[in-house]
């Protein structure tokens, strides 16, 4: 018997996924114009709901390291679950019906000076953080919470806490300069810097130039990627 995950979610992100997820504990895969969700973990379960509930944890997996290399969008969720059975018959499983959309993906490829061919893969890294986040509890909280909320200064804010309270001296790492890790933190906490999004009601000035939420993210990012890098070198990954 066999059970098969039908996804939904972005093309693109599913199609970068696919890319890197090929083996037989985590496979995502093309399948007649859809994509599917394969793994050894399903041969020995027996219902249904056992299915769906090892299934949703490999996303959760996902979601985080997924979003901070493809970008936000759209989670990626179980569409369907198929049974098949020794004999080919087929038991389908649906709970909800979820639309997928299309997006562009980037094809980006370096030629080497002997002419060989090395195409890189947007979500290459996304494996490893996986296995990062099962291995140290501050990478698992850090990317729990950039799935949740990436999108504002509160979750910047508990990102930026997360890999402090890791590193303790984070300009000292070289990952930001004092300046401008004082410029994010001040303009977080100031509600004359950015109003009712402000971590604080209290009165905080503004820093004489208050950074960007844009900015923000940039800068909240590079800490994160920096920071993972690290992690990466220390496991041995």
């Known amino acids: 018997m066999e059970w098969i995950i039908t996804l939904s979610g972005e093309e693109h992100r599913l199609k970068e996924l696919s890319k890197v997820f090929d083996t037989l504990d985590f496979c995502i895969q093309e399948d007649n114009s859809s994509y599917v969700l394969k793994s050894e973990r399903f041969m020995d379960l027996s219902t249904e709901q056992e299915v769906r509930e090892q299934a949703e944890y490999l996303l959760q997996l996902l979601r985080g390291p997924s979003k901070l290399v493809l970008g936000n969008g759209s989670a990626i969720k179980i569409c369907h679950i198929t049974q098949v059975h020794d004999d080919g018959t087929k038991h389908y499983y649906v709970r909800a019906t979820s639309i997928s959309s299309s997006t562009t993906s980037i094809k980006v490829e370096t030629i080497n000076p002997d002419g060989t061919v090395e195409e890189y893969h947007p979500a290459d890294p996304v494996r490893n953080w996986i296995i990062l986040s099962q291995k140290d509890r501050a990478v698992k909280m850090m990317f729990e919470q950039l799935s949740d909320d990436f999108e504002n200064w ?84």
């Not at 810097?193 to 939420?213: F, N």
């Not at 994160?224 to 220390?234: D, F, G, M, P, R």
């Open 154 to 237: 509160y979750g910047l804010y508990k990102l930026f806490e997360i890999i402090r309270e890791d590193v303790r001296n984070i300009p000292k790492k070289g990952w930001c300069t004092p300046r401008e890790l004082n410029r994010f933190t001040q303009t977080a906490n100031s509600h004359e810097a950015v109003g009712v999004k402000a971590r604080h009601a209290k009165k905080i000035p503004a820093p004489p130039d208050p950074m960007s939420l844009p900015q923000a993210k940039i800068l909240v990012k590079k800490m994160i990627t920096e920071w993972l890098q690290e992690k990466s070198i220390q496991y041995g990954l």
